[in-house]
């Protein structure tokens, strides 16, 4: 965090001063672990083995925060009797088709609910959210019941034991015992434990179920939704949280509302039935669905023609970035987009990608500087190698200069799910233009073309008027954001998503960020000082949804609606005004009180107990198991890396089964347990620069501040390969082999795993071969497989292999050699 | 300080005769006489870094109608005038020379770039979205109505305004283009 995330750091200094432990566990010993209280080095993949046994610790002590767990957990949920656990099958949850490779989930499901879901989930078939369950499924308080959600638990993590984080992580047992002291003694009524992750959980064939496994110990140490508390996801870029609220994702329509399926979906009505529960704020999807359809067709989205429904195209299984590349490959995508992104260095398996730009018809690259992704045919690797020639390559290339942040207006989200409007600075010079300005007036290019056939009627019919201001006739930032917003059947702008109607009498675009123009003003521009209001600070920006800074803060007060201790005081019920108050706005119905008890057969929010602080959720609970909606099992199980030296000797199962592997001549593997590659692989980044480069390769004081790219290695790995500080190596993978300046440090420590040394090479993926760089390098992520986690289809870069080489890469075909007898050798 | 002349006043002086040298004794007349650029700037904005998600606040200063400075801004509750290294640097992001400010083209087997206006290259690209989706269109898949094109696809970076995503999604799913993607997957 203090490396990528410096700024934001400062918070946790602040906490550590008044007295907070920091621990930091990460592969890699970085500007965190330098300042932190216990730095725990881990083996990169086996992180899930560390959190199952502070579950398991949690659990087999009875460490637990029983009231919490009791009252907002599913930890009293009774469950199937069909659902079988990775205890009975090895390694396998219930309902797995080795044919597919994909689970049939029905059999996860709560007891009295197996029948309702029958759907495969995935990415391509569930929304954020999965598929509903009961809102008042059996269950039994006194935690005893076999099938009750808590016993599974404690027999499902049993095997998570001090001993395998041992054996598996390379943490030995006296540091594992003073991290689960410092968290469990740091839970409680009077106090809370934070953690905070970032792609180094994410980034695996495995990886959704890390966030899970840490969901499981927060919710058990009654650590969410409560100040000090929660996990934290540090995203990388500016806008990445906004990114996936108004996703451009394939599987999502704004606000986390799934894209139709061709095979799930006949009409509007069919598709609220199959996209999850009554209960809970989901029950009011109509309402959000049908306002957005309504601000993207206007009068021509009726009742009569469901709200223009059939206007949404229609998935039918993968379609995500890793799927369209192969699809270029495959000569079926003719025609791409890149804006403000650069694939050919940042995305995994670097050479898959620039031969998908290689075959396309036509690809447009918008960008500051003239990126990789945009110079491919020019310099790219393959011509080097011989592998591509420029004459032969057919692709037509357009780039256009983009706006910078600061020659544009608009709003960021950040990491907390804070709006924050950028005013703008001055007009952007030449032919800059913002992407708002390029897709508003592609947009009416497009539509001038189009004729009266009823494939083009969506595009006609779309609302695309935003007034345009200034010499470029820019298209309103403002007016977009107010469209986001949403207006109701007067015009004016909403101020909340409870105002939303299934009806058709709204618009909102976005129905997460309705509020964000409440009162006809820009919330997300307001710049009260931090100086002059609450440590809250709720007038500073806006925070999505409804301008809550803590999601779930119901649960920061106990079920009677009395916080859990003054010190963690945040929200609470005031009996006297009959309404919740406190420090944020409470992120529950304002009236509801704390003993309030739904009638049968109530619908959305009102089928929630006074008692439910989790509302998203069909039943109002927090889960500890996930009955639906994953795809890779209802808890999180230990499986190794794709591309692992180890052997998983938890369960039968090496890799997670579910995971999406591309088997093909593009994306060769390396050999499972192969002795060619013996040396864990992962990367990382770096203070002065961002991510693929794009944005700090090309300044003068980035570039000087790290100049080369590099790879942090421990003495006792130089030794043994014969790397000298300041030198060159040559890291190999099935993929390809790159050099990087050789960084021999203590820093890197060799991990004990299975009785065996374990070396970890760490490296930065900052450099490529141009981009308007002052510095370049080889492209690190070229190393890295495509290999997907099965629920989100995001790739495993923090966990590989590889072999490494003292010198310099070879060049040309010798490089092709050289791979080709790693590969098979 | 006593007053004298000049070189009573100079800074070697000062400091050999005792006077810290980190402190006040550094000073010269000609610092004295320097003024920050922020002062002169014709207008200021308010502003976030564009790199990481933390969101620090970023106050952009403008002088004839150039950049003159971006600095941190200190009503930021969230970084409180704080900027690291890269936040820092953001003015060079924004007026490095290496900023492309014209359109390039590179025709199919070409071998160089070459210029072309953007309102050329506006219709160009507009031309062949119109084309590609009617050659690529697919009107039912495996007997199923799904009234898409697969010919077509986008890559959006995380550090594109929400009012940007907001209108590619929504000209994307008009189009039929689902294969629709953002940085945030990977
Ligand atoms: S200044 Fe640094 S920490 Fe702050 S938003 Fe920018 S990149 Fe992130």
Known sequence: ?825 | MADGGWISRWPVIRQLKGEDGRRDAARSARTDALRPRTEEADTVARSVCPYCAVGCGQLVYVKDGKVSQIEGDPGSPISRGRLCPKGSASKQLVTHPGRQTQVLYRRPYGTEWERLDLETAMDMIADRVVRTRRETWQETHEGKEVRRTLGIAGLGGATLDNEENYLMKKLYTALGAIQVENQARI
């Not at chain 1, 609606?561 to 309404?579: H, L, M, Q």
Request: net charge negative; with cysteine; hydrophobic share 35%.
């Open chain 1, 1 to 825: 965090m203090a490396e990528c995330h410096p700024v934001g750091f400062q918070w946790v200094m602040e906490a550590r001063l008044r007295g907070a432990k920091v621990f930091h566990i990460d592969p890699r010993f970085s500007r965190t672990s330098a300042v932190a209280d216990r730095y725990l080095p881990i083996r990169a993949g086996s992180d899930i083995v560390l959190l199952g046994a502070l579950i398991n610790h949690v659990l087999s002590n009875e460490l637990y925060f029983r009231e919490y767990v009791l009252a907002y957990t599913n930890a009293a949920t009774l469950v199937s009797k069909r659902f079988q656990d990775t205890e009975d099958l090895d390694g396998l949850f219930s309902g797995f088709d080795p044919e597919t490779h994909r689970y049939d989930p029905s059999s996860w499901a709560y007891e009295g609910d197996e029948e309702s879901e029958a759907e495969a989930a995935g990415a391509d078939s569930y929304g954020a959210r999965g598929a509903g369950a009961s809102a008042r499924p059996p269950s039994d308080p006194t935690l005893r019941h076999p099938r009750c959600v808590l016993q599974i638990l404690k027999r499902h993590f049993a095997r998570y034991t001090p001993e395998m984080v041992d054996e598996l992580c390379g943490i030995p047992p006296e540091d594992f015992a003073e991290l689960a002291e410092a968290i469990t003694a740091n839970s409680g009524r009077e106090r809370t434990t934070a953690w905070v992750y970032s792609v180094g959980w994410t980034q695996h064939s495995v990886g959704a179920q890390y966030i899970r496994a840490s969901a499981i110990l927060q919710l058990l140490l009654g650590n969410m939704g409560r100040p000090g508390g929660g996990i934290m996801a540090l995203r990388g870029h500016a806008s990445i949280q906004g990114s996936t609220d108004i996703p451009t994702l394939f599987n999502l329509l704004p606000g986390y509302i799934a894209m139709p399926h061709a095979h799930r979906h006949e009409d509007l009505a069919h598709y609220l039935e199959m996209e999850g529960a009554d209960t809970g704020y989901w029950g009011n999807r109509r309402s959000y669905l049908v306002s957005l359809l309504k601000s993207w067709w206007g009068d021509a989205a009726t009742e009569d023609n469901d709200f223009c429904f059939d206007y949404l195209p229609r998935l039918t299984g993968d379609h995500g970035h890793y799927a369209t590349v192969m699809g270029q490959i495959d000569g079926t995508v003719k025609g791409y987009f890149v804006i403000g992104e650069n694939p050919a260095v940042g995305s995994a398996n670097g050479k898959a990608q620039r031969l998908g730009l290689a075959n396309l018809d036509w690809l447009v690259v918008r960008d500051l500087t003239l990126v990789e992704t945009a110079t491919f045919w020019k310099d790219g690797p393959e011509l080097e190698t011989g592998e591509l020639r420029t004459g032969d390559i057919a692709t037509e290339v357009f780039f256009l200069p983009a706006a910078s942040h600061v020659e544009k207006e608009g709003t960021f989200t950040n990491t907390q799910r804070l709006l924050q409007w950028r005013e703008k600075a001055l007009d952007p010079l030449g032919e800059c233009r913002s992407d708002l300005w390029f897709y508003y007036h592609l947009g009416k290019r497009i539509r001038q073309r189009l004729g009266d056939d009823e494939i083009d009627r969506p595009a006609r019919e779309l609302t695309w008027d935003y007034p345009e201001m200034g010499e470029h006739r820019d298209p309103s930032a403002e007016a977009v954001l107010r469209e986001i917003n949403g207006t109701g059947p007067d015009g004016r702008a909403l101020s909340s998503y409870r105002e939303l109607a299934p009806d058709g009498s709204t618009r909102c675009g976005c129905w997460i960020y309705c509020g964000v123009y409440a009162d006809e003003v820009n919330q997300a521009a307001r710049r009260e000082p931090g100086s002059r209001q609450s440590w809250v600070a709720p007038e500073w920006g806006w925070a999505w949804p409804a301008n809550r800074r803590i999601l779930y803060n119901r649960a920061s007060a106990d079920p009677d609606g009395r916080p859990w201790s003054e010190r963690k005081a945040y929200i609470w019920w005031d009996a006297e005004k009959g309404e919740w108050t406190g420090h944020d706005v409470p992120d529950f119905d304002l009236r509801k009180p704390p003993d309030y008890e739904p009638p049968d057969g109530a619908r959305a929010e009102a089928a929630l107990a006074g008692t439910d602080p989790f509302i998203m959720q069909s039943d109002g609970k927090g889960w500890l198991y996930v009955p639906s909606g994953l795809s890779d099992g209802p808890l999180p199980a230990h499986y190794e890396p794709h591309e692992s030296p180890v052997l998983n000797t938890l369960y039968g199962r090496q890799s997670n089964p579910a995971r999406r592997t591309y088997d093909r001549p593009e994306n060769p593997y390396n050999p499972p347990g192969s002795a060619r590659f013996p040396y864990v692989f992962t990367t990382s980044r770096l203070t002065e620069h961002h991510t693929a480069g794009a944005m700090s390769r090309s300044l003068a004081y980035l570039a000087e501040l790290q100049p080369e790219l590099f790879c942090e290695v421990s003495p006792q790995l130089a030794a043994e390969v014969g790397l000298v500080n300041g030198g060159w190596a040559t890291i190999v993978t099935s993929r390809t082999a790159i050099e990087a300046r050789v960084l021999v440090t203590e820093r890197v420590r060799p991990l004990r795993v299975q009785r065996q040394i374990i070396h970890q090479v760490v490296m930065p993926y900052h450099w490529g071969y141009g981009g308007g760089g002052l510095v370049t390098g080889d492209i690190v992520n070229d190393l890295l497989p495509v290999v997907l986690d099965p629920n989100v289809y995001i790739q495993e870069s923090k966990a590989g292999t590889c072999a490494v080489l003292p010198g310099r890469r070879p060049r040309g075909q010798a490089l092709l050699d050289l791979i080709e007898e790693y590969r098979h050798g």
